[in-house]
Each structure stands twice: as structure tokens, then as C-alpha cells.
């Protein structure tokens, strides 16, 4: 017999939807939720168990790329190895330890990096992706100050015309997938004329269309001001311990021993989900893929992102500096700054980048992306018909943060999920 709980038949709210919500989380993912739900004339809640955008929504690259958002566990992973994964310079670094949820969560990762089961995910996100820009564009029509900036030149660098054909192979597939992306590869000598912070280490080129960025902290602070703003409550300090639903409200009980009621909670705590849902019927594991970020002064600021796929780094242009962004380190969340994998980066794109001073280092930052082992967010209702979760998005809690939490505002208000979100049933 299953021991997954059941779950209850029918939307959780008949007759009125909720008055009331709780948002556990103040990233990108929850506060865009708390905001969308106020647009129903929801009052909201948002419980932070350090700051706004604290988490992974802090340090990020700030890519907002629908033609690149695709799930992580792919074919290309298991080519890696075991010695690359086992070094701290590797972009892909698996600190060997003893812990059983790491090992579950692995095998599980293995066993979804296939060509079919990618073919299956990217699918689930493309409907995702299609609506991610336009979601951006619902949040500042309606009052939330800090912009999106149009990505004019979006170049994926590599060394070798050879390197970028697992990019180019990956950009036919996402398109093959229905995601509607447009790239042409380009010589080496065209990237360094549309980006001359570009050495002549850079032999070729991807150029790809129709992406944005933005500032991330800034745009996080602007959407926590923007759900003040229309009356909703930020508690920041607030570590959340417990959920107790009932059959009128959940409570949500703090460290503190703060206790308060409401109609339904939503719970987009990034990598730390497993510790208010998995009682709720959330079995999926959630692991830390730590990234790894920091600023740098740039003679000439790029006109737009720069990636480099090999090396697994992103540079973006933000304000007066150049934020550095890589790596994938499954480690616990909450371990400090391993400041080699700092050294690593630096040492990888050095060689790429012409008058930026990767010495003048500002903001080191390391924070815990939350990866699930199929690739696939979470994002539903649970087993207890007022707990909802929302997240488990990976590397793109940014740039599909707004759009989960338009769909999560009508999952809370039906009690059931609307078919886009589907595929991330928090249940599956």
C-alpha cells in the first residue's frame, strides 16, 4: 500500500475563497505570490525567517531567459564523471560526505537525465516560460518600480567553434520542445566587436534573442514594497516551525512562539522546504544547489548578459558593476562560502574578460538554489487541502517566480491547480 496521504477530493474552499493567507518565504517566488494574490483582494501575510530576498533571489544572475529556462537533470550531466564532480574547481562540485537524503536525491537526479524524461520536463515548462516576461510586465503595470531590462546582446562565449555545439544542440531541442527561442551562432571576431570586454580567447559565439535581465535585490525590495504598499504584512526574523491546518485555518507557529491563524498558507521557503511539508504528502527532495556570485568593477560595462557554458559562469551588468555569478555545489544549506569555489570562477573566466578587475571583489555571496531530482518545480496543494507549496524551481526561481506566483494566487483561490501546473503537482 502507498503511504502517500490522501488527498482530499474537490477545491479545498467551498462557497467563499480565502479572506486570509499566509506566504512563508521572501524571495522572488513568495512575495510574487503574496502580490498576486492581493489582486484578488486577498490580505496577505509574508513570515521571513531573515529579510527580503535573503535566499537564493539575492545572489542571483538575474537572468530573466524563457529560451534557456529547461530542466537541469540532462543527458550531458552523466558526462561529467565522478572525478569532475569530486573537484572543488569543477563547475559541477559534489563535496564527498555521509548523508543519506544527498545520496536519495542523486540517484534520483541520475535516473531523470535521460534524453526522454528531459524531453518530458522541458515540455512541462514551456507553458511556463511562454507567460514568464509577460507575468514581469503584470507586476510593473501595477505599481512595482524597479524595471526589466531588454537583453540586446546576449552572447553565449566559448574558445573553440567545437565547444558550442552541445549549446546549439540543446537551444534545437528546447525550440523542438515548442519553446519559442531564436539564436545564430556567430564568429569569435563578430562577439568581440558587439562586446569588446571580450579577449581574443573567445573564438565563437552563440547570440541568442528576445531575453531580459534585472537587478535582482533591487527588483526584490520593489515587490516587498509594492505588497506593503497595498497593505500587507511583511514579518521579517520570523522562523516558521510549524503549520497546524484545521478545519478552519492553519496556524503558523514561529520560533518566537508567535501563533497565528489563517485561511490557507502558502510555503515557498526555497531549499529548506522539506521542513514544514514533507508531513503534508511532499515526498520530493529538495537539495541545495549552491551558486556562487560577486561584483566587479568593468572598464567597459557589456551592453547586456555574457555566459560562458563550459565554465558554467554569467555576467551581468548591474548599475556601475559586473555581477559574476557560477557553479553547482550540492552541499548542505546554510555551510559557509568554500572561498575555493570563488577562486575558481575567477580563474575560469579570467582569461575571457578584458578590463575587469575580478580582484576588486564586492558581495561575495553563496546561497542555496533549491533543485528537485526530476528538474520539475513543486507547486500545488498538498495533502492538507490549506497548505499549498510553491518553488523547488532550481536555477530559475527568478525568471519564473512571477508567473508561478500568478498561477499559485488561482490555485490558493480554487483549491486546486489550474493545468499549467500540473506537471509540478508537489504530490507527484
Keep these: 500500500m502507498s503511504s502517500q496521504p490522501d488527498r482530499q477530493d474537490g477545491p479545498a474552499f467551498l462557497g467563499h475563497a480565502p479572506g486570509t493567507v499566509a506566504v512563508i518565504g521572501a524571495g522572488m517566488v513568495g512575495l510574487s505570490t503574496a502580490w498576486f494574490l492581493q489582486e484578488a483582494g486577498v490580505h496577505v501575510t509574508v513570515y521571513e525567517r531573515s529579510r527580503v530576498g535573503a535566499g537564493a533571489s539575492w545572489g542571483n544572475a538575474g537572468w530573466l531567459t524563457p529560451g534557456l529556462a529547461a530542466p537541469l537533470p540532462e543527458p550531458a550531466v552523466l558526462r561529467y564523471g565522478l572525478r569532475a ?14 548523508d543519506r537524503s544527498l545520496l536519495r536525491f542523486l540517484v534520483s537526479f541520475v535516473a531523470h537525465s535521460t534524453a526522454r524524461r528531459w524531453r518530458r520536463g522541458m515540455a512541462a515548462y514551456v507553458p511556463l516560460n511562454e507567460r514568464s516576461l509577460e507575468a514581469f510586465d503584470v507586476l510593473a503595470a501595477g505599481g512595482v518600480a524597479a524595471t526589466t531590462t531588454e537583453a540586446g546582446n546576449f552572447l553565449a562565449c566559448y574558445a573553440r567553434e567545437r565547444d558550442r555545439r552541445g549549446l546549439l544542440a ?42 531580459r535581465y534585472l537587478h535582482p535585490p533591487q527588483f526584490v525590495r520593489s515587490l516587498a514594497e509594492a505588497v506593503r504598499a497595498r497593505g500587507g504584512r511583511i514579518v521579517e526574523g520570523a ?23 489563517h485561511d ?16 503534508f504528502g511532499v515526498r520530493q ?10 561584483s566587479v568593477p568593468a572598464e567597459r560595462m557589456p551592453g547586456g548578459p555574457l ?122
Design 85 to 98: 564532480v569530486l573537484s572543488s574547481r569543477s563547475p559541477v562540485y559534489l563535496p564527498l560526505r555521509a
Design 239 to 261: 522562523d516558521v516551525v510549524d503549520l497546524r491546518p484545521g478545519p478552519g485555518g492553519v496556524g503558523v507557529v514561529c520560533r518566537s512562539g508567535q501563533d497565528e491563524r
Design 307 to 428: 555566459y560562458f557554458p563550459t565554465q558554467r559562469v554569467a555576467c551581468t551588468p548591474l548599475d556601475d558593476r559586473l555581477r559574476v555569478a557560477g557553479m553547482m555545489e550540492f552541499r548542505r544549506h546554510g555551510d559557509p562560502l568554500d572561498p575555493r569555489r570563488i577562486t575558481a570562477i575567477v580563474d575560469a573566466v579570467r582569461p575571457f574578460l578584458h578590463g575587469v578587475d575580478l580582484d576588486d571583489r564586492r558581495d561575495e555571496w553563496v546561497g542555496s538554489r533549491p533543485c528537485t531530482p526530476d528538474g520539475l518545480p513543486l507547486a500545488g496543494v498538498t495533502a492538507a487541502p490549506r497548505v499549498f507549496v510553491a518553488g523547488g524551481h532550481g536555477m530559475w526561481g527568478v525568471a519564473l517566480g512571477p508567473v508561478t506566483g500568478q498561477l499559485m494566487a488561482q490555485t490558493v483561490l480554487k483549491g486546486e491547480a489550474p493545468p499549467e501546473l500540473a506537471p509540478f503537482d508537489p504530490l507527484r
Design 170 to 211: 540543446e537551444l534545437a531541442h528546447i525550440r523542438a520542445a515548442g519553446q519559442d527561442v531564436r539564436f545564430h551562432p556567430v564568429p569569435g571576431l563578430r562577439a568581440r566587436v558587439l562586446e569588446p570586454v571580450l579577449t581574443e580567447r573567445v573564438g565563437a559565439a552563440i547570440q541568442i534573442y528576445g531575453q
Design 264 to 279: 490557507a498558507v502558502v510555503v515557498a521557503t526555497g531549499a529548506a522546504f522539506g521542513e514544514l511539508v514533507t508531513r
Design 285 to 294: 527532495p529538495v537539495q541545495a544547489g549552491r551558486g556562487y556570485s560577486f
